[in-house]
């Protein structure tokens, strides 16, 4: 084993497998834990190593392996060393050595070893110094796909905004194009690939007029009537701005970042040549290197480690949208359960849960902020299992009884013992304030258990909504799915759903035209969506996805013209019953948290329900309850009583305002009503 001494603080994450192609536990190199690696001190390999380490093909020390990333040169005095033509970069006030130099220093023999010496003053050679910082950047955002992309745009944006990067409204106006991209179909893909030629042509119209500065001509900031004169004569030359000079055409990086980025890797660089950087969803601490080392070299950077324990628990999100009065906090990442179909496990990794104090805190910072609706995140939110490092925390105790499992429903996975469940993590969220109502999503059927059904119905300011994704109403096509359920099962959980949460709506996701589906398969689908009268779904065709289980063991053999004609099936079944669910509801009162002006009109409100249908409402002024707790969820039934007392007013309700409402009017999507009062 090489011995280890102390050297200088990292500005990078060093990755979780070793140049060898071994595991870290395997190799005898020591390498960082994921825990250590934002600028903290970490120990290096003692001189003797070094050379040795830099034979590795596929290892460099900025922890991404790749050859293309630097360039050695042999010199007849010593081992390989870095090219350093390839960029200049910035001077540090240390000396910096090179590596033939560094190798030569005198190492004294001790008892362990290691030299203990203090090199705190050496810029060891591999060690570039980076400046990571974006003053004077501006970067711009577009989001593919699931609400977890949208937080993952917020953790990037909170990441690069810490570095000193500003934030641009558009992609012309940008120094930096970032798209967050979504996986899970094709034309999602396809979507971000067009945009992507967009912006390359948008590049290069920067770079040419970069190299022809020429073409800026000087002429004075002020407003004048000609380039050299003004309504008050001759404009003094001191006033002329050199626009060659001053307002050089900036260039443009762009990258691709999130599920797309880690399912393509390097086939993004090779096919996308206009694309400069390429970050996994567990890399985006490393994005402020990634971009400063494509700055430095000219050359394109990757990083799409996946991690076992990333989940950005201290990292506090900034809104892309401060005005907002929704937010969504993730609670866990990845997914275990390996459905044959989907793409998810491999561009999200292993299921890992935040601690329960840092998910607590930031719900409680979001409120205190004004958001009034927080939705819980996951790619499997409710298997939610938080497991503390520290075996004597007393929260080990909780949520230990895994044998209630929605019954019928199975796993892939040995089952997982201990830890806190979600219906505790959502009994703790739902106290920190009444005011603000919670959300969940994206659940798996199998983790319904009645402890989470008990909280939904304690807590009124956790809404009455539950996402029950199906995939199919066919049991042998859901085993070929690898889902865990039969029919069956899935129909007896939304009955017991519906018995133990009165009111609830429910929601679900259909595939349509899934490997080897029959024509009777089919069928059974549209059954069940005519048998539970879902109130919200999603429905797709299948695309297949390159990876997954059904990749490999089955055939896409569904026509594409068929997949198109049973989808177009299921969604007019599905607006039939959703039609017939939202029908049912004219005349009930309902809770809407108001979201904004309608798109249609802006004399209407629109709002979401608590069972999550849109509800649009006349803007006017109405009664305010006058609930002055802070808890418009609990008296929501009790309003109607308080609205002749005296110290009642009028007003219009505002973004954030809580309005009941009573339906007058039904679509299958949407809702129509009269306000009532505010509450």
Not at 94 to 111: C, V, W
Not at 282 to 296: H, K, M, N, Q, T
């Amino acid at each position: 084993m090489f011995g280890l001494r102390q050297i200088q603080c990292c500005p990078f994450r060093l990755p979780t497998q070793c140049g060898t192609g071994r595991s870290l536990a395997a190799c005898p190199i020591p390498h960082h834990s994921d825990r250590l690696h934002r600028r903290k001190t970490f120990f290096a390999l003692p001189r003797s190593a070094y050379s040795a380490l830099l034979t590795l093909d596929l290892w460099n020390f900025d922890g991404v392996q790749t050859r293309s990333r630097h360039n050695f040169t042999k010199h007849a005095s010593g081992p390989l060393v870095r090219n350093r033509s390839m960029a200049t970069r910035p001077a540090t006030s240390k000396q910096q050595l090179e590596l033939r130099d560094f190798l030569a220093m005198p190492e004294s023999d001790t008892e362990s070893g290691v030299e203990t010496k203090d090199l705190s003053a050496v810029v060891p050679p591999y060690v570039d110094s980076l400046d990571l910082s974006g003053a004077g950047q501006r970067v711009y955002f577009e989001t593919y796909g699931c609400q977890m992309n949208v937080n993952d745009t917020e953790v990037a944006w909170a990441i690069l905004q810490g570095v000193g990067y500003e934030r641009a409204e558009s992609a012309e106006d940008a120094d930096v194009a970032l798209l967050v991209t979504c996986a899970i179909r094709d034309n999602a893909e396809k979507k971000v690939l067009h945009r992507l030629h967009h912006l390359g042509a948008l590049k290069s119209r920067r770079q040419r007029k970069s190299k022809h500065p020429q073409h800026h001509r000087k002429f004075d900031a002020r407003p004048s009537q000609t380039p050299s004169t003004s309504a008050h004569g001759a404009i003094p030359s001191d006033n002329a701005v050199d626009f060659a000079a001053s307002a050089e055409p900036r260039t443009m990086k762009i990258g691709v970042l999130g599920c797309m980025a880690e399912r393509l890797k390097k086939k993004l660089l090779e096919t996308e040549k206009a694309v400069d950087v390429v970050c996994g969803p567990d890399a985006y601490r490393d994005l402020p290197r990634l971009l400063a080392d494509s700055a430095a070299t000219g050359q394109a950077q990757i990083n799409v480690q996946l991690s076992l324990d990333e989940t950005y628990a201290d990292v506090a999100p900034v809104r892309l949208h401060p005005d907002t009065k929704s937010a969504f906090v993730s609670v866990m990442r990845g997914c275990d359960n390996m459905c044959t179909y989907c793409i998810v496990p491999f561009t999200r990794g292993r299921e890992r849960s935040r601690d329960v104090t840092s998910i607590v805190a930031e719900v409680r910072a979001a409120a205190a902020q004004g958001i009034r609706e927080i939705t819980l995140l996951g790619q499997n939110v409710n298997s939610y299992r938080y497991v503390p490092p520290h075996p004597h925390e007393a929260v080990l105790a909780l949520g230990t009884d895994t044998a209630k499992r929605s019954a019928g429903f199975s796993t892939v996975y040995k089952e997982k013992e201990g830890g806190l469940r979600f219906a505790d993590l959502l009994a703790r969220v739902a106290q920190v304030d009444p005011g603000v109502r919670v959300r969940f999503t994206s659940p798996h059927p199998k983790d319904f258990p009645d402890a989470l059904l008990e909280v939904m119905n304690e807590f009124p300011n956790v809404c009455n909504h539950v996402h029950m994704p199906a995939q199919s109403g066919s049991t042998t096509v859901l085993s070929r799915m690898g889902r865990g359920y039969a029919r069956e099962s899935y129909i007896a959980l939304v009955e017991r759903i519906r018995a133990l949460v009165p009111g609830v709506t429910i929601s679900s996701d259909f595939i349509a035209g899934f490997c080897g589906e029959t024509d009777e398969e089919h069928r059974d689908t549209v059954s069940l969506l005519q048998h539970v009268r879902y109130d919200a779904a999603f429905l797709f065709a299948y695309s297949m996805r390159a990876k997954t289980r059904a990749y490999h063991r089955l055939a896409d053999d569904v026509p594409e013209e068929v997949k198109l004609q049973r989808l177009s099936e299921l969604i007019d079944v599905f607006h039939a019953g959703a039609a017939s669910a939202n029908s049912a509801r004219i005349g009930n009162l309902e809770v809407v948290l108001v979201s904004g002006t309608s798109r249609r009109s802006d004399t209407e409100l629109v709002g979401k329900t608590d069972g999550n249908t849109k509800l649009i409402f006349p803007l006017q002024a109405i009664p305010d309850a006058g609930v002055c707790d802070g808890r418009p969820y609990h008296h929501a039934s009790s309003a109607l009583e308080r609205l002749d007392a005296p110290s009642v007013v009028n007003r219009e309700p505002q973004v954030g305002d809580v309005v009941l409402a009573r339906v007058t009017a039904a679509t299958p999507v949407t809702l129509r009503g009269d306000p009532i009062c505010v509450l």
